[in-house]
């Protein structure tokens, strides 16, 4: 059975909710990390795919939850990467802040590890 056939906008809708709900947001919280320039409504539209966003309001959207831009946009036009890439962004996409910062912690003391044996 062929896939149904989703406009751009609700596939955005439902990739900003997804990444919405991995980052234990509500839409009110996203709103106000948003710092007013949306409302929990207006979140709300975006993610039924009512409305259309400009690029910017996109931007902000993926910088506040933390996640690509691309990972918001239907496959189609998303950017592919290294399944290594793509695999270690979307689990670092389901962590909370707290184990996002040490994860990071983490890969830069094992990249530091790297330069010290390339000196050696």
């Known amino acids: 059975m062929a896939e149904v056939w989703k406009p751009d906008q609700e596939i955005i809708g439902e990739n900003i909710r997804k990444a919405r709900k991995a980052a234990y947001l509500t839409q009110e919280q ?3 990390e948003m710092g007013g320039s949306c409302s929990n409504k207006v979140i709300s539209r975006y993610e039924k795919g009512e409305v259309e966003m400009g690029v910017q309001t996109l931007i902000d959207i993926a910088e506040n939850l933390e996640v690509p831009v ?5 496959e189609r036009v998303q950017v592919h990467t290294k399944l290594e890439d793509d ?7 389901t962590l909370n802040i707290e184990n996002k910062e040490m994860l990071l912690k983490i890969a830069r003391m094992m990249a530091q590890n790297e330069k010290l044996k390339m000196a050696i």
């Open 30 to 32: 996203l709103a106000e």
């Open 87 to 93: 695999e270690m962004g979307k689990l670092f996409s």
């Open 70 to 74: 691309d990972s918001l946009m239907p």
